[in-house]
């Protein structure tokens, strides 16, 4: 079983900044790429960021420049540093991974189970 837990969301004033934190955990043998994906009330989930296992990112036009995408591989780990944030950051975070839990294993997307990220005055 592989687990994604996510970490560091919270409510923040406009202009704040947050360091989401995902760490998988479980039956790993590879991971391809991670990414985050945010989901507001009413609205369907977007890809926010990505990243894949050689470092090549990826992110939405309305973060570009104010957030950041990075990994500590050794930990299985990714991370959303987000500055500059706005009202309409709000929304819950998932992190993904693809990845392979096995040698033989088929590579599939696992999901977090979502952090909320407020901001507002």
């Known amino acids: 079983q592989v687990q994604l837990v996510e970490s560091g969301g919270g409510l923040v004033q406009p202009g704040g900044s947050l360091r989401l934190s995902c760490a998988a955990s479980?039956?790993?043998?590879?991971?391809?790429?991670m990414g985050w994906y945010r989901q507001a009330p009413g609205k369907q989930r977007e890809l926010v960021a990505s990243i894949t296992s050689g470092g090549t990112t990826n992110y939405a036009d309305s973060v570009k420049g104010r957030f950041t995408i990075f990994t500590n591989n050794a930990k299985n780990t990714e991370y959303l540093e987000m500055n500059s944030l706005k009202p309409e950051d709000t929304a819950v975070y998932y992190c993904?991974?693809?990845?392979?839990?096995?040698?033989?294993?088929?590579?599939?997307?696992?999901w977090g189970q979502g952090t909320q990220v407020t901001v507002s005055s």
């Open positions: 993904k991974a693809f990845l392979r839990g096995t040698l033989l294993g088929v590579p599939a997307d696992y």
């Open positions: 479980g039956n790993i043998f590879s991971i391809y790429a």
